[in-house]
């Protein structure tokens, strides 16, 4: 394992891990980034965008390879500009969104497809989240959004308010979906068993992947399946303690210090390069 650095594979989170507070790259990661591919490395990322955000961080980094999307909902690759894995929400989401509405109506709320972002429930929360994200979304009611192909339902609001809902989902006791907290401010419905790690998975059953070494790296609970499914799971020192917990190796660098920086160093080292 790591022993040939052509089939190590270091796929990253981008908030908290990648990127800065700035949602920049910072220098000495994107320098660590080329060194490591330049010896033979393969680096790609795993985020909880949609094709369409992702758009913009394309021109900060060139990623050769497919692309986690969705919070593990699809691999996209951008080379070709082909999805090559989706895994959609059962048709009962929109039920379940409803019901969600029903019960906590100051929710802000949108579902995302692979074609778009649609959002049904427009709070100050939810324009924060368009706007991080720098999209232009489609605006209506919910039950006018077009059915199938949902890759997840992300839901926006105060702190306070995200116990609330984990109480309400855990009392719903649904079993063709699942809920994970993406930020202080974001919980977000997946198809059941779906998580960055399940792509993870997928990603190794693709056509020249299936014999690399896989290295993840993440901060937040979305992340914590991806570290555990990786042949070697990494956090960095800003990662929620949860996260700590399930690593095999917490970074002493934080996001902002350049802690993709020293995941790749140790990578090289191991690969002996």
Known sequence: MFDDITKAVLLSDMDGTLLTADKRISDVDREAIRRFTELGGRFTVATGRTIQSFEQYRAMIDLPYPVVMFN?????????????????????????????????????GEVLRAEGTY?????????????????????????????????????????????????????????????????????????LGVSKGSALRQFRKLPGWEDCSFA??????????????????????NAENSVKAAADLVLTRTNEEGAVAELIDHIIERCGA
């Open 119 to 191: 959002v049904f429930s427009n709070t100050p929360y939810e324009q924060l989240h368009t706007k991080l994200c720098n999209i232009v979304p489609e605006y209506m009611e919910l039950s006018q959004i077009p059915e199938g192909g949902w890759l997840k339902v992300l839901f926006s609001m105060a702190p306070e308010d995200v116990p609330h809902l984990q109480l309400l989902v855990s009392q719903m006791e649904l079993d063709t979906v699942s809920f994970v907290k993406s930020s202080e401010i974001f919980f977000e419905m997946m198809p």
């Open 216 to 237: 993840a790296i993440g901060d937040f609970d979305n992340d914590i399946e991806m570290i555990q499914a990786a042949d070697l799971g990494v956090c960095p020192a």
């Open 72 to 108: 593990g909902a699809a691999i996209h690759d951008f080379s070709l500009g082909k999805t090559l894995y989706t895994q959609p929400l059962p048709e009962e989401a929109k039920a379940i969104t409803s019901r969600i509405m029903e019960l906590m109506p100051d929710l802000g």
